[in-house]
């Protein structure tokens, strides 16, 4: 079974940087994609970036340039660098992973319980 352990939320002025780490347990080490995604209040969850076993990585629109994912294989762990914060950036970010089955194109989802970002403006 696998688990996903976020840090590295908190409270940033606009502006600010901050650095969430996703780290990976039980992993059976095939294909996978680890991503972040967000949740404001009222609103729906949404991708933030993704990043493939690989290195292949997809970014929302609005993060694009301000945000960078990325992962270290040897350790199961991704990290999301966000810059230049804005207060529309403030939401529950959750990691999540998506495992290949060993057998087919299908993937099984993975969450984490989510860390809080706070962005004051």
């Known amino acids: 079974q696998v688990q996903l352990v976020e840090s590295g939320g908190g409270l940033v002025q606009a502006g600010g940087s901050l650095r969430l780490s996703c780290a990976a347990s039980?992993?059976?080490?095939?294909?996978?994609?680890m991503g972040w995604y967000r949740q404001a209040p009222g609103n729906q969850r949404e991708l933030v970036a993704a990043?493939?076993?690989?290195?292949?990585?997809n970014y929302a629109d609005s993060v694009k340039g301000r945000f960078t994912i990325s992962r270290d294989n040897a350790k199961n762990t991704a990290y999301l660098q966000m810059n230049n914060l804005k207060p529309e950036d403030a939401a529950d970010y959750y990691c999540?992973?998506?495992?290949?089955?060993?057998?087919?194109?299908?993937?099984?989802?993975?969450w984490g319980q989510g860390t809080q970002v706070t962005v004051s403006s």
């Open positions: 999540n992973l998506k495992e290949k089955s060993p057998s087919s194109w299908s993937f099984t989802d993975y």
């Open positions: 990043i493939a076993s690989g290195g292949s990585a």
């Open positions: 039980g992993s059976s080490g095939r294909y996978n994609v």
